[in-house]
């Protein structure tokens, strides 16, 4: 599975009550639809520092990069690329 | 797993042990009644120190990691009897790490170097008439205008908001949607045009520290003063629910570990049918009891702090945290009044304050049953 499958999966499974039915596009907005919610992004964002060895911090707290599975696998490439620089 | 304290660590919790028995508990049974804020101890903290643990030292920290910060607060927690005046400095701290997470470089020339003195006390206002936990619900509105926000609506129960200099309020800058973008926070000055509170709440514990309300009418922040990035709020909330769901249950089992030694002290003193009272099985197993939930409440506290050291995600453990800790002090803190019968239900002997003071522990911060709540979601249910 790619990064996009992978937290497609996870959010479907994880995050959306009975989301196993549920077509999720990469670009779907997850804020809009109310299931990255306050509690919703804890739950992500310990499953992608577990799932992908990275940290999430300062400037990638912002919304933005939790909206859609595209942006958070971008912020998951982003970090994982940055680890592999250090 | 290595649970020893390196010598700096042991330095600092002798220190600040041995300055809070010699300064900070004198006549606290009526500074309790009094219900007034300690400037003169806040002061000899902020001389030790104390709020300056977590920042670093080019904006007048010390530079101290979060497990040294969090040692200091179990310290604290044990030798000071003001348990309000250890809440309004945990929470000094928590603007302090918030201003390092999240502030510009000129917030935080600005602000960490007087917050580091005690020059500046600090608040961050959340809960509203009807909204806690459930921050989407929050109604205090931030509209954008120009290069300004204009602020209307309320704040309650909020800690230092009486007293505070500085405060980091949270407000809706995005009605439109309920979900992550909808919070911002900004720092309002004290003497901000629109920005007015009211005398401190009375309380039934905790009564040194100042709770009370805020108003804001129309109250207009420049853009410069927001703090992060506009729909930042939320996100800000939860990391900071987390160092605040480890700092606070520290001092937490500081108070425990104060009231386990007042208990097997009375309970080998107090004698009845012949025997001291700590012979009887009923005693000896509350204070076990107390023992037992000290150690267990120890580990996920070195947990959690070591992990926010490695940079890593602690939610989970800083709310298994809270929710064992604070009952176990709330649990304590009765046993504690029963253990020492009618002398602990007199104000003299001091354990009935504490008791009025941990009520409170399960319902800030989260409640017990939003902890839960929490836990649940992250274990995937």
């Keep these: 599975m790619n990064t996009n499958d992978i937290l497609r999966q996870f959010i479907t499974t994880r995050l959306i009550p009975e989301g196993k039915n549920v077509h999720l596009s990469d670009s779907d907005s997850l804020i809009n639809a109310g299931i990255i919610d306050s509690l919703g992004i804890l739950t992500l964002m310990s499953f992608i520092e577990e799932k992908f060895s990275m940290e999430v911090q300062g400037d990638d707290l912002v919304p933005e990069n939790f909206d859609s599975i595209k942006s958070i696998s971008a912020l998951v490439e982003k970090r994982s690329s940055l680890a592999t620089v250090v | ?381």
């Excluded at chain 2, 104060?258 to 009923?282: N, V, W």
């Design chain 2, 1 to 381: 797993m290595d649970f020893s304290y390196t010598d700096e660590q042991i330095g600092l919790r002798e220190s600040i042990i041995k300055f809070a028995r010699r300064e900070l508990n004198d006549g606290i049974v009526q500074q309790d009644k009094d219900a007034a804020f300690p400037r003169e101890s806040w002061r000899k903290c902020s001389e030790m120190d104390i709020m300056a643990l977590p920042v670093p030292e080019k904006y007048g920290g010390v530079g101290a990691n979060f497990l040294t910060t969090v040692i200091s607060m179990n310290a604290l927690g044990y030798a000071c009897k003001d348990a309000g005046l250890v809440h309004a400095i945990a929470t000094q701290l928590l603007c302090g790490l918030q201003i390092c997470l999240f502030g510009s470089e000129g917030q935080k020339e600005k602000y960490l170097p007087p917050l580091c003195k005690g020059e500046i006390i600090m608040a961050q206002a959340i809960t509203e008439p009807s909204a806690g936990s459930d921050m989407m619900s929050m109604r205090t509105r931030g509209e954008k205008n120009g290069d300004t926000y204009i602020l209307n609506g309320s704040k309650i129960f909020i800690t230092n908001g009486p007293i505070a200099d500085v405060i980091i309020v949270f407000a809706v800058t995005d009605p439109q949607t309920m979900g992550l973008r909808r919070l911002s926070a900004f720092f309002i000055e004290k003497d901000t045009e629109g920005f007015q509170r009211s005398k401190p709440l009375a309380k039934m514990g905790l009564k040194t520290l100042q709770n009370g309300e805020l108003f804001f009418e129309d109250c207009r922040v420049p853009e410069r003063n927001i703090l992060g990035k506009e729909g930042q709020g939320a996100i800000m909330l939860n990391e900071s629910m987390e160092w605040e769901r480890i700092l606070l249950p520290a001092a937490h089992i500081g108070t425990m570990e104060r009231i386990l030694e007042a208990c097997i002290h009375y309970a080998k003193d107090r004698t009845a049918f012949g025997q001291s009272i700590g012979k009887f099985q009923a005693v000896s197993s509350k204070i076990a009891n107390m023992k037992m939930k000290i150690e267990l409440g120890k580990l996920i506290m070195y947990k959690a702090a070591v992990l926010k050291d490695n940079r890593k995600r602690a939610s989970l453990e800083a709310s298994i945290g809270k929710l064992f800790i604070s009952e176990s002090l709330k649990e304590a803190c009765l046993d504690a009044v029963q253990i020492h019968g009618g002398y602990g239900y007199m104000t003299e002997y001091e354990v009935e304050r504490d008791l009025r003071d941990s009520i409170a522990s399960t319902i800030y911060s989260g409640t017990s049953e939003i902890q839960t709540n929490i836990i649940s979601k992250l274990i995937g249910l």
